[in-house]
């Protein structure tokens, strides 16, 4: 997407809930076929099923965990991206973990993954996050640079299992502030 044609698209960044569920499956399945083609089996890529996420998003929708959040890019059409985020699944005493982050491929560039990285870290910060973590797949080069563009610093590459138990190559990135997120 060109940058004059992305600064003609308003971008706006909101609380997901229920109602959204059909809309970020629909995301989710596609932005893993655009994102994932070549890294992971194109079998499990052919197979994700979007009423199968939209069950899963209602239900983590309606019963969130304590501290998580979920919000939305929404263009006039449609939503174009989406992130859930919450406390460090590895249990890290003040830092937040943003565990889903994407944006559908013609919508990057227009700047809605660097503000839902900001509006997330800034309502985990409110939560009393002091750090944010998120992990990527070693060969997702566009998601490592964006990352890397936002600050982020990279851990070591670890082993880790992926869908259908296949051994991946992952990096987590952290941001042991949280706030030059969203300053």
Do not use: K
Not at 60 to 65: M, Q
């Amino acid at each position: 997407m060109s940058q004059s044609r992305g600064a003609s698209v308003s971008v706006l960044i909101l609380p997901a809930g229920p109602a959204d569920a059909e809309a970020l499956a629909r995301v989710h399945v596609r932005s893993w076929r655009e994102t994932y083609q070549g890294l992971l089996p194109d079998a499990y890529l052919a197979r994700m099923s979007e009423a199968a996420f939209t069950r899963r998003f209602r239900r983590a929708l309606t019963f969130p965990g304590p501290n998580e959040v979920t919000l939305a890019a929404a263009a006039r059409e449609d939503l174009l991206g989406y992130v859930q985020g919450g406390p460090s699944r590895a249990g890290v005493e003040g830092e937040a973990e943003i565990a889903t982050l994407y944006v559908l491929r013609a919508a990057q560039g227009l700047g809605a993954g660097r503000r839902l990285m900001a509006g997330t870290a800034r309502a985990l910060a409110a939560q009393g996050a002091q750090s944010l973590a998120i992990s990527v797949l070693r060969d997702n080069i566009r998601a490592r640079g964006f990352y890397e563009h936002l600050g982020g610093a990279a851990d070591a590459v670890r082993p880790a299992r992926g869908p259908g138990g296949a051994l991946l190559q992952e990096v987590t990135y952290r941001w042991p502030e949280i706030g030059r997120l969203f300053e």
